[in-house]
């Protein structure tokens, strides 16, 4: 066996008690099986005790089965002995692993959403297996079922019943799990249940509850009963003098079943301070040194220097009525700017409304900004004017250059006057904050006749530039957190973080697409991401993992050069072009990730292995690309 002081420069990974989980292989042989002495161990019922050794020999892996009851898998064949090539699989009994090269920072959480270490033993202090009744096999299998529960529970801020509930009855086959509120009087509230649940189970367990609870421990206990259309079910019940009981029920016969009352005990009692409470909603504040600034729910606060900047502004332009242009790339975040200087505002509780120049026809654009009257034409009904709709408030006009000449005659003349004119109405006097937003040059399209400069200086009282995100990459981290907690929540997909190595690639990135790019970017890689799993590089676009060969390089300099130039004497280290590179007509991720395989392909003349390396993602993955464009038949070829 290697010394642990030696660096692994491949490993084995794969998904593992509920868990992404990465072995590396240093060199020598490395045993594999269930026993602890093995270098590594699968402890899952179907691993023999000395099951397979593997052995790095290059930029392969050699596999030896020893005997195994179940078996050692390549490519779909029970084997003696295979050799395996980067990006391939191999089964162990259950349990396949993939054969990859090993970054240790790809390994190493940057964002974590676990709980620190203290309030996991903190957790598990709280109850002790006092009665000695479970074998220590199952009592194995039951604490790495409560560490997956812990982990799926956690998984974002205040609790996720649901996925702890949903663990539950993957693990130990149950028909149907269920957290329920006890009160005297009241029906049993149901706070989170997975599988099928009958009404009348509910109802009856209620009755059994108060039947027994007089006879057991007054703070908590647990009993075993049959219910109609269930006759296996077991309750933990927890009560407390400040607040309605609470039962985790559990429907089915699950293994220690007999035994399991202190780990039950020990489930509800992490469910118990997730339990949803009413908190009334509050604003949320800016920044202890921005105390004036209100910002709209799930705002992501910048900590670059330059958007300290913006909000020091912020907070000086909210109060009053002058007119603010926002200017910025598309995806910066414009809108949310807009409500933070509402929201800032003596105006903030009258009413946002904001309206898209650029996304309804010039024709009707008109009507929805200054209304209609009732009668006009057959077939068209009244329409209160959006401009009416924010009386006392403020409106956007977001992509204010898109607004047609005429309207904008019509435009600058009702803010001249405070007075609107729908159409079929008298007029209508109005009292309401403009705020307008581009990401046009408005400038050149005065000059080029195409903007209307009187209504340019009516609209631009103070212009307020909104940097985009490539030169605040310190911002990036804050942004990446956030939708990843964001998109997790969404997809009910909870993931423990991101690695080192994928959050530098992120901040190294230059995204033309600013804000709105990253978060589509996380989303993608949150869907690629198993449950409980880990957010790496492999997770991301070819677009991102291919903009430098060098993550480790300082961002600054990927700033300096979003594009980098290749070498002539070495075509196959030459960075891949980024989306930079392959022309701003296009950015649409699939095509851009399609143009980069294609082009690593073309470097390594078509050897998968070269390429799926030069890309940074496994041979398997590369494969299932391929395969989604070109279909099998051809893939097979270019092997």
Same mark, same amino acid.
């Not at 420069?9 to 989980?21: E, I, K, W």
């Not at 191999?90 to 349990?95: E, K, M, S």
């Not at 400069?453 to 307020?464: E, I, K, M, P």
């Not at 901040?507 to 880990?534: K, M, S």
């Given at each position: 066996?290697?010394k642990p002081?030696?660096?692994?420069?491949?490993c084995?990974?794969?998904?593992?008690?509920?868990?992404?989980?990465?072995?590396?292989?240093l060199?020598?042989d490395?045993?594999?099986?269930?026993?602890?002495?093995?270098?590594?161990?699968?402890?899952?019922?179907?691993v023999?005790?000395h099951h397979a050794v593997?052995?790095?020999?290059?930029?392969?892996?050699?596999?030896?089965?020893?005997?195994?009851?179940?078996?050692?898998?390549?490519?779909?064949?029970?084997?003696?002995?295979?050799?395996l090539?980067?990006?391939?699989?191999?089964?162990?009994?259950?349990?396949?692993?993939?054969?990859?090269?090993?970054?240790?920072d790809?390994?190493?959480?940057?964002?974590?959403?676990?709980?620190?270490?203290?309030?996991?033993?903190?957790?598990?202090?709280?109850?002790?297996?006092?009665?000695?009744?479970?074998?220590?096999?199952?009592?194995?299998?039951?604490?790495?079922?409560?560490?997956?529960?812990?982990?799926?529970?956690?998984?974002?801020?205040?609790?996720d019943?649901?996925?702890?509930?949903?663990?539950?009855?993957?693990?130990l086959?149950?028909?149907?799990?269920?957290?329920?509120e006890?009160?005297?009087?009241?029906?049993?509230?149901?706070?989170?249940?997975?599988?099928?649940l009958?009404?009348?189970?509910?109802?009856?367990?209620?009755?059994?509850?108060?039947?027994?609870?007089q006879?057991?421990?007054?703070?908590?206990?647990?009993?075993?009963?049959?219910?109609?259309?269930?006759?296996?079910?077991?309750?933990?019940?927890?009560?407390?003098?400040?607040?309605?009981p609470?039962?985790?029920?559990?429907?089915?016969?699950?293994?220690?079943?007999?035994?399991?009352?202190?780990?039950?005990?020990l489930?509800?009692?992490?469910?118990?301070?997730?339990?949803?409470?009413?908190?009334?909603?509050?604003q949320?504040?800016?920044?202890?040194r921005?105390?004036?600034?209100?910002?709209?729910?799930?705002y992501?606060?910048?900590?670059?220097?330059m958007?300290?900047?913006?909000?020091?502004?912020v907070?000086?332009?909210?109060?009053?009525d002058?007119?603010?242009?926002?200017?910025?790339?598309?995806?910066?975040?414009?809108?949310?700017?807009?409500?933070?200087?509402?929201?800032s505002s003596p105006?903030?509780s009258?009413?946002?409304?904001?309206?898209?120049?650029?996304?309804?026809?010039?024709?009707?654009l008109?009507s929805?900004?200054f209304?209609?009257?009732e009668?006009?034409?057959t077939?068209?009904?009244a329409?209160?004017?959006?401009?009416?709709?924010?009386?006392?408030?403020?409106?956007?006009?977001?992509?204010?250059?898109?607004?047609?000449?005429?309207?904008q005659?019509?435009?600058l003349?009702?803010?001249?006057?405070?007075?609107?004119?729908p159409v079929?109405?008298?007029?209508?006097?109005?009292?309401?904050?403009?705020?307008?937003?581009?990401?046009?040059?408005?400038?050149?399209?005065?000059?080029?006749?195409?903007?209307r400069?009187d209504?340019?200086y009516?609209?631009?009282?103070?212009?307020?530039?909104?940097?985009?995100?490539?030169?605040?990459?310190?911002?990036i981290?804050?942004?990446?957190?956030?939708? %990843?907690?964001?998109c $997790?929540?969404? @997809?009910d997909?909870?993931? !423990?973080?991101?690695?080192?190595? *994928? &959050? +530098?690639?992120?901040?190294?990135?230059?995204?033309?697409?600013?804000?709105?790019?990253?978060?589509?970017?996380?989303?993608?890689?949150?869907?690629?991401?198993?449950?409980?799993?880990?957010?790496e590089?492999?997770?991301?676009?070819?677009?991102?993992?291919?903009?430098?060969?060098d993550?480790?390089r300082p961002?600054?300099a990927?700033?300096?050069?979003?594009?980098?130039?290749p070498?002539?004497?070495?075509?196959?280290?030459?960075?891949?072009?980024?989306?930079?590179? %392959?022309?701003?007509d $296009?950015?649409? @991720?699939?095509?851009?990730? !399609?143009?980069?395989?294609?082009? *690593? &392909? +073309?470097?390594?003349?078509?050897?998968?292995?070269?390429?799926?390396?030069?890309l940074?993602?496994?041979?398997?993955?590369?494969?299932?690309r391929?395969?989604?464009?070109?279909?099998?038949?051809?893939?097979?070829k270019?092997s």
């Amino acid at each position: 066996m290697a010394k642990p002081s030696q660096r692994a420069r491949y490993c084995l990974r794969g998904h593992l008690n509920g868990t992404d989980q990465t072995f590396p292989l240093l060199a020598g042989d490395c045993r594999i099986g269930s026993l602890d002495l093995n270098d590594i161990v699968l402890p899952r019922r179907g691993v023999s005790r000395h099951h397979a050794v593997v052995r790095v020999e290059g930029a392969e892996l050699l596999v030896e089965d020893l005997g195994s009851k179940n078996g050692t898998f390549f490519d779909s064949q029970r084997i003696g002995t295979a050799r395996l090539s980067l990006g391939d699989r191999v089964r162990f009994g259950p349990i396949t692993l993939y054969f990859e090269e090993f970054h240790r920072d790809d390994r190493e959480l940057a964002i974590s959403f676990e709980p620190s270490g203290e309030e996991r033993t903190a957790t598990f202090q709280t109850t002790e297996l006092s009665d000695g009744g479970l074998e220590t096999t199952l009592a194995k299998q039951w604490w790495s079922l409560a560490e997956s529960y812990h982990s799926r529970l956690f998984s974002r801020p205040g609790g996720d019943l649901g996925a702890a509930l949903r663990l539950l009855t993957e693990e130990l086959y149950l028909e149907a799990a269920c957290l329920i509120e006890m009160e005297d009087g009241d029906q049993p509230v149901v706070l989170a249940a997975s599988g099928q649940l009958a009404q009348s189970a509910t109802a009856r367990l209620k009755e059994l509850y108060f039947e027994t609870r007089q006879d057991l421990a007054p703070q908590e206990f647990q009993f075993h009963a049959a219910i109609e259309g269930s006759p296996v079910t077991t309750f933990a019940a927890l009560s407390s003098g400040t607040s309605a009981p609470l039962i985790l029920a559990l429907w089915g016969n699950f293994p220690g079943r007999a035994a399991s009352q202190p780990l039950l005990r020990l489930l509800l009692r992490m469910l118990e301070p997730c339990r949803p409470r009413f908190e009334p909603q509050t604003q949320t504040r800016g920044p202890s040194r921005f105390p004036n600034l209100v910002v709209p729910p799930n705002y992501v606060y910048g900590q670059s220097e330059m958007m300290g900047r913006v909000y020091q502004l912020v907070e000086s332009l909210a109060p009053g009525d002058l007119p603010i242009l926002i200017v910025g790339e598309t995806g910066v975040g414009k809108e949310f700017l807009a409500q933070t200087l509402h929201l800032s505002s003596p105006r903030r509780s009258g009413p946002f409304i904001a309206i898209n120049c650029a996304a309804i026809p010039a024709e009707l654009l008109e009507s929805e900004l200054f209304g209609i009257g009732e009668g006009v034409a057959t077939g068209v009904a009244a329409n209160l004017g959006r401009i009416q709709q924010a009386q006392g408030g403020t409106l956007v006009l977001d992509e204010i250059g898109d607004m047609s000449p005429d309207l904008q005659a019509k435009l600058l003349r009702a803010l001249q006057e405070k007075e609107i004119h729908p159409v079929g109405r008298d007029p209508v006097s109005i009292d309401v904050r403009i705020l307008a937003s581009t990401n046009q040059d408005l400038t050149r399209r005065i000059e080029s006749g195409h903007f209307r400069s009187d209504l340019y200086y009516r609209l631009a009282g103070y212009v307020l530039e909104l940097p985009p995100l490539r030169q605040r990459p310190e911002d990036i981290p804050a942004l990446v957190e956030h939708f %990843l907690r964001t998109c $997790s929540r969404e @997809l009910d997909r909870p993931i !423990r973080g991101i690695t080192v190595r *994928a &959050l +530098r690639l992120l901040t190294a990135y230059p995204w033309p697409g600013n804000i709105r790019e990253l978060a589509n970017e996380v989303r993608r890689a949150v869907y690629l991401c198993p449950a409980l799993g880990t957010i790496e590089s492999s997770n991301l676009s070819a677009a991102v993992i291919s903009h430098t060969s060098d993550p480790k390089r300082p961002v600054s300099a990927a700033l300096v050069s979003p594009t980098p130039t290749p070498t002539a004497q070495n075509e196959l280290s030459a960075p891949l072009p980024g989306p930079m590179g %392959l022309g701003l007509d $296009s950015l649409n @991720l699939a095509s851009l990730e !399609r143009q980069t395989v294609e082009e *690593a &392909l +073309r470097r390594c003349h078509n050897n998968q292995v070269q390429a799926a390396k030069l890309l940074g993602i496994t041979r398997q993955s590369l494969r299932r690309r391929l395969e989604r464009w070109l279909g099998t038949a051809k893939v097979a070829k270019t092997s």
